[in-house]
């Protein structure tokens, strides 16, 4: 049976931009490259590189996926009928489906002979499930001192895998916006950053990244994700003598009404632009706006705040 819209329910439809931007099926192997670019004459370049061969990692279980999901189809569309994220993060990390992805990743990670690299592996390779599982509930619940924070970009990135791969099932044509602009409408996990896409019919149009499964949904720009203010933002970026004034590919939009922030990737000025890699890579303007007090709510699952 076709549904017959009115004249103004054409016209809505017809301005209103798509709510999602679906990444890439290859999304973990451009993470890694990207990683790997930055990482040239960085600072935390050997941090950027370990992170890089976790992605190729996360990049083979998603491409072979140790498990399907763990959420049957009829709670899916109850949870979307509801408005509820269908893969919801608080719940599924204590039911632990995603623990044989940690497993997964652990048996494909090549382990270094000694160094602190491989003391932290041994701690995760010898732990009990009901431990690893405690930490991952730490993570997602930003409890950082209840967890190693050498441990936590190898939870970190069996948990991004897991909830991408279950991610990529989902009937994302029907996913709704959350509860707050800054919440994933797939799995409720907050945005790691913001994306103004350069192409197409998202061209100019600003998603946000999730920092779990990587969905991406559109929120209008110049408006606070956090306190939806639009009063006084202004956009700081790492003083860089190969951009123009304003045209930074990596921007923070700051709010004073609530003293937070969230980093911006502008893929015009740099269409290889990536949402985690640039995060890690621009730690630098972090801590620049945590000095001048402003305080960063978006979690980046593969580092622990003071544990780079």
């Not at 409720?188 to 600003?206: F, I, Q, W």
């Not at 930074?248 to 939009?253: G, N, T, Y």
């Not at 621009?282 to 960063?296: K, Q, T, V, Y």
Request: proline share 7%; net charge negative; with cysteine.
């Amino acid at each position: 049976m076709s549904t017959i819209l009115e004249p103004g329910q054409i016209e809505a439809s017809a301005v209103m931009p798509p709510f999602l931007h679906q990444p890439a099926d290859n999304l973990f192997e451009l993470r890694a490259a990207r990683l790997e670019q930055l990482a040239e004459g960085h600072a935390l370049g050997d941090y950027l590189r370990l992170v890089a061969r976790l992605c190729r990692v996360q990049q083979q279980l998603l491409d072979n996926p140790p498990s399907g999901v763990p959420v049957a189809e009829q709670r899916q569309r109850l949870c979307i009928s509801h408005g509820l994220p269908p893969l919801a993060a608080d719940s599924l990390v204590r039911e632990g489906p995603w623990l044989v992805w940690l497993q997964a990743l652990l048996d494909r990670f090549e382990v270094p002979e000694q160094g602190a690299l491989a003391d932290a592996l041994k701690v995760l390779r010898s732990s009990e499930e009901s431990q690893r599982k405690g930490w991952g509930i730490a993570l997602l619940s930003g409890q950082y001192d209840a967890l190693p924070a050498a441990l936590v970009p190898f939870i970190g990135a069996a948990l991004q895998a897991a909830w991408a791969s279950w991610r990529r099932a989902l009937p994302s044509d029907e996913l709704k916006p959350g509860s707050s602009l800054a919440q994933c409408p797939c799995c409720g996990s907050p945005a790691m950053t913001g994306l103004v896409r350069n192409r197409g019919k998202h061209n100019g149009l600003r998603y946000l990244a999730c920092s779990l499964c990587a969905c991406e949904w559109h929120v209008v720009r110049v408006k606070c994700v956090y306190c939806e203010s639009s009063k006084d933002l202004r956009y700081s970026s790492l003083e860089d003598d190969r951009h123009a004034p304003g045209k930074a590919p990596l921007r923070a939009e700051c709010c004073p009404g609530c003293n937070t922030y969230l980093k911006h990737c502008y893929l015009e000025n740099d269409a290889m632009g990536e949402a985690l890699a640039d995060d890690l890579a621009s730690l630098a303007l972090d801590i620049r706006l945590d000095d001048e007090g402003f305080h960063r709510l978006a979690p980046n699952l593969m580092l622990a705040p003071g544990g780079g």
